[in-house]
């Protein structure tokens, strides 16, 4: 028998007293700990005071709300300044250590004839030494243009008379001949011919009468109107005597040639052609702004058209079309009319 089975009983008394040790020195040291402990005063608990850290920003922000908070311009001398710049002043290269003031009316204009308020109250920037010839909205016209218009400098949609800016670059003529032929009674045969190679006939078997319109056919079908003849008499130089003729009358129906009337000799010789010939013109111009620069625009003789294109009333009309010039007719808000020419490769008055 070993000795554990022998003294069993001694064993756990040992074992319970060791126990019984640990224990109780596990409770002392503790026991120091417990009034540190139960000391902290639990969270939320302990204080009187119930108001909110800082509560009373509260109610002086709410307050700040019915104050009156308005940016007033302030005044230098009756003249507004600016709230962040104040006075704008500009260096003069003459004289670097006396700044510019634009709004000192004692100050000489910095781009005669322009005055320096105008810079000021039109909100452009004078510091350039071309300003007076750059364009602040790009309408195509200049500062100096815009005020002597009396226009605003800073809107694209206000600017100066675009007549001024209109450009005549050439034309495209046409040049016909229309030749009475052989008169039946009051009845007449017509012969038609242009610088394009193009003809047009009426024939002897069907001569055209009075108030009737000339050639059924392209490429001047209907284009004119014969009205009738008068016998005229007039000095034949060539042999030194007078000569009776018929003078015959067509009426043009072109929409921008209608109503002009042609006083034509009936059977003139076919080498006076020339002497008898009509235009049909068409200028081609150009307008130098609101960004259609090298944009060609076609216009007939005689023909209203507005400016830009495409605008809605037409104020303009092309009275007068020539290789050297033309003469447009402007008219005005209150209807008055003017008349303007252009040479051609200029631009408008």
């Known amino acids: 028998m070993s000795w554990f089975s022998e003294n069993y009983e001694k064993a756990a008394v040992g074992v319970g007293a ?3 040790i640990g224990l109780a020195f596990a409770g002392w040291s503790k026991l120091g700990s417990v009034e540190e402990t139960f000391s902290e005063i639990p969270k939320g608990g302990g204080s ?22 308005e940016w007033v311009r302030g005044e230098d001398k009756g003249r507004p300044v600016d709230l962040f710049t104040g006075v704008a002043l500009f260096v003069n290269k003459n004289d670097p250590s006396n700044p510019v003031d634009l709004g000192n009316p004692a100050e000489p204009p910095v781009h005669d004839p322009i005055p320096n308020q105008w810079w000021i109250d039109n909100r452009v920037d004078p510091g350039f030494g071309d300003s ?9 016209f200049t500062n100096r243009e815009e005020f002597d218009a009396k226009t605003d400098p800073m809107n694209g949609e206000e600017y100066p008379p675009l007549i001024t800016k209109l450009s005549y670059i050439g034309d495209e003529t046409l040049q016909w001949v229309l030749r009475p032929g052989f008169a039946a009674g009051a009845d007449y045969t017509f012969d038609y011919s242009d610088t394009e190679g193009r003809r047009n006939r009426v024939t002897a078997g069907a001569p055209a009468k009075p108030e009737e319109m000339l050639f059924a056919e392209e490429p001047m079908k209907n284009r004119f109107k014969y009205l009738g003849y008068e016998e005229r008499e007039v000095m034949d130089e060539k042999i030194n005597a ?17 109503g002009t009337i042609y006083k034509i000799p009936g059977g003139f010789r076919k080498g006076d052609a020339a002497k ?6 068409t200028a081609i111009l150009s307008l130098e702004a609101l960004g259609m620069n090298g944009e060609e625009i076609k216009i007939e003789e005689n023909t209203e058209f507005a400016l830009p294109p495409k605008a809605k ?7 007068k079309v020539t ?14 009319k003017t008349s303007f020419n252009i040479a051609k490769g200029a631009v408008g008055p």
């Not at 009187?48 to 908070?69: E, I, M």
């Not at 043009?252 to 209608?258: A, L």
């Not at 290789?323 to 008055?336: A, N, Y």
């Open 276 to 281: 008898f010939s009509q235009y049909d013109r």
């Open 242 to 258: 007078k000569v009776k003729f018929n003078e015959v009358s067509v009426e043009d129906q072109k929409p921008n040639k209608k």
């Open 132 to 140: 007076p010839q750059r364009d602040a909205d790009e309408d195509g």
């Open 18 to 20: 060791v126990a019984a």
């Open 323 to 336: 290789p050297e010039s033309i003469t447009v007719e402007v008219t005005s808000p209150d209807g008055e």
């Open 313 to 319: 009333e037409k104020n303009f009309k092309l009275t």
């Open 48 to 69: 009187n005071d119930t108001s909110v850290p800082n509560g009373d920003a509260v109610s002086t922000a709410k307050a700040s709300f019915q104050l009156q908070r």
